[in-house]
């Protein structure tokens, strides 16, 4: 079992930055990848990016591309969401997940975090 702790999430005004943090304890060994998703009121769950533990091949959805930046402290089992420029339709609870593979689908993770709420204000 891999356990997945969010925490950052917060009200930002547009334009604003945040840092979302996600620790992971368990059997991280058996995840080569982490992810970072988010889900909005009536929306499906929407892939946001996602790194592999190497650090090797981070990959965005389109949506945050070249606002939001994934990292990863191997040392402290933590993944990061730099998200930057934020937009009102950001809004939403933000998820980290890890799977064996780094895909931007939902159902391939394995293991999920509780959430961390971000939300933009204008």
């Known amino acids: 079992q891999v356990q997945l702790v969010e925490s950052g999430g917060g009200l930002v005004q547009a334009g604003g930055s945040l840092r979302l943090s996600c620790i992971a304890s368990g059997r991280t060994f058996s995840s080569r990848a982490m992810a970072w998703f988010r889900q909005a009121p009536g929306k499906e769950r929407e892939y946001v990016g996602s790194?592999?533990?190497?650090?090797?091949?981070?990959i965005y959805a389109d949506s945050v591309k070249g606002r939001f930046a994934i990292s990863r402290d191997s040392a402290k089992n933590t993944v990061y969401l730099q998200m930057s420029s934020l937009k009102l339709e950001d809004t939403a609870v933000y998820y980290c997940?890890?799977?064996?593979?780094?895909?931007?689908?939902?159902?391939?993770?394995?293991?999920w975090g509780q959430g961390t709420q971000v939300t933009v204000s204008s």
């Open positions: 997940a890890a799977g064996k593979y780094e895909t931007s689908s939902y159902a391939e993770y394995e293991y």
């Open positions: 790194i592999k533990w190497s650090g090797v091949g981070t």
